[in-house]
């Protein structure tokens, strides 16, 4: 596949080919987009669904043709289309997607989504749902507000916050639930704290739920009080009532409202701290829940305002798992030094950094990279020549504990160098295409498909590059997670993902 591709220009496919090609494309064997879309179009839909009836138990093959079938044939996916991208590792081609074409998106996809443990897919669904609401769909407020799951909970109660969506009525006929979504959304934008107090009596004669009333109260507190009277509640309190509290808060949020969130992060960050392999699972579980708690709601409400504050912060907290809310709040808004500073950390922290979403916050650090347009930083370059940046010293000799990276903890090489990587790539510019094209061949199969992607953006200059790179990649034994980096590369370069 990767020679059909370095070779692409001189091609001429039979029918035969051409369905030999597609299967192997599809199944993920390499690149080969670039050879199908020669083909007459109607010729190629007929291929598709020849070939869909036979990738049904694979998930992934299935969804790579609806996405062709849909670029070449131009009808609107069908929800059971949508279906087929409900699986883990499709998860960042279904956030595109659900960005791409919110209120396309079927309701049970969101549903799902919504659901997801991908932090880029739980909030590519909450957006979409929320132009939804914004279209007129009232229905999702009552179908999120009965539910027991605590993300549909808690995205009803970020709706109900969020004062961009018009009030739903002020119609006491209504439905109840309407009529309680309503009053919520009153009560955060009542003009004074008497306003409040009388739309809280209203509220409270309704005889909501508990969490209703309490999330009520936490609105009417930040409204009278301050967002600090709100966090003082937190120290007792479950972590049920915790979130439900802390997704009262409504931005902007202002500079003592956040140190004191801030603080009170800082608290649980130590107790999270503490746990060890022998602390009582319960309580480990209920320290851990209510540290990302509010690490969760200083990424949601944080603004460029907040930037010291959080850099202070992140500078104090242990990396627990919660810490990687912090970090991706002060990567979206801060500087080319600060994404130093975050992977000087990584290396020095003397323990393992437990379970982070390496590849979001290496994906936030690059598009931060991009955005700044700042040159590659030299710090950054003498790590890319380090050969542990490449190849991890555990597999040559599993009792490995060194390396020559800046790292203390070998375990944590893999988080390291995705952000390492991840911020090459997102600061390289178009004198930097020799730099993309060696880290598309990098072992780490999305690090290699960042670098590829990246240099499909640089159009056909970047396409050249990874055509010229086969024969090395086959040489140094990566030609498959270089084949499917080129792969990627191409679904880029030929809009795949651009469905609408």
Not at 467 to 474: K, P, R
């Amino acid at each position: 596949m990767l020679l059909l591709f370095k070779h692409k220009q001189r091609l001429i496919l039979s029918d035969e080919e051409l369905g030999l090609t597609m299967t192997s494309w599809a199944e993920g064997k390499g690149p080969g987009l670039s050879l199908l879309l020669t083909a007459p179009p109607a010729r190629l839909v007929e291929l598709i669904r020849s070939q869909e009836p036979k990738q049904r138990s694979e998930a992934e093959a299935k969804a790579v043709l609806i996405l062709l079938r849909q670029k070449v044939g131009g009808a609107p996916l069908e929800e059971r289309d949508w279906t087929a991208f409900r699986n883990y590792r499709l998860g960042m081609e279904v956030a595109e997607m659900i960005a791409a074409s919110p209120l396309e998106c079927p309701d049970r996809i969101l549903f799902w989504a919504l659901r997801n443990r991908r932090l880029v897919v739980g909030e590519a669904a909450f957006q979409a749902i929320t132009k939804k609401v914004a279209a007129g769909q009232t229905g999702w407020s009552e179908a999120l507000a009965k539910s027991s799951s605590k993300s549909y909970r808690s995205a009803y109660e970020r709706l109900a916050i969020d004062q961009t969506l018009p009030l739903f009525t002020n119609d006491p006929a209504a439905a109840r639930p309407i009529r309680e979504f309503d009053l919520l959304q009153r009560i955060v934008r009542a003009p004074n704290p008497k306003k409040v107090r009388a739309l809280m009596r209203e509220f409270t004669a309704m005889r909501p739920s508990a969490r209703a009333q309490l999330f009520a109260s936490g609105i009417a507190a930040n409204r009278i009080a301050s967002v600090a009277a709100t966090v003082k509640r937190l120290g007792h309190l479950g972590t049920e009532k915790t979130t439900s509290l802390l997704n009262s808060i409504s931005p902007p949020v202002v500079e003592l409202d956040m140190q004191s969130l801030l603080n009170g992060y800082r608290s649980s960050n130590q107790k999270e701290a503490g746990l060890t392999d022998n602390s009582d699972k319960r309580v480990a579980r209920v320290r851990e829940e209510k540290a990302a708690a509010f690490a969760k709601t200083i990424l949601r409400v944080s603004t460029e305002h907040n930037l010291a504050a959080l850099r202070e912060t992140f500078r104090e907290i242990a990396l627990t798992s919660s810490a990687q809310y912090v970090a991706i709040a002060v990567m979206r808004l801060g500087d080319a030094g600060d994404v130093i500073r975050l992977i000087e950390r990584i290396g020095r922290a003397e323990d393992r950094i437990p379970y982070w979403f390496q590849i979001e916050v290496g994906q936030t650090v690059g598009r931060r990279m991009r955005s700044l347009r700042s040159s590659v930083p030299a710090e950054l370059l003498r790590i890319y020549e380090i050969n542990e940046f490449w190849h991890d010293p555990r597999a040559k000799s599993l009792d490995a504990r060194r390396s020559k990276l800046p790292l203390k903890n070998v375990e944590n090489r893999a988080l390291y160098v995705r952000v390492v990587a991840n911020a090459l790539i997102g600061s390289a510019g178009k004198d930097d295409l020799n730099l993309l094209q060696t880290l598309s061949q990098h072992e780490y199969r999305l690090v290699a498909r960042a670098a590829a992607v990246r240099l499909a953006q640089f159009g056909d200059d970047g396409m050249a590059m990874l055509q010229s790179a086969v024969t090395g990649a086959i040489e140094h034994q990566v030609a498959e997670s270089f084949g499917a980096a080129v792969r990627d590369a191409e679904v880029e370069r030929f809009g795949l993902m651009e469905l609408w």
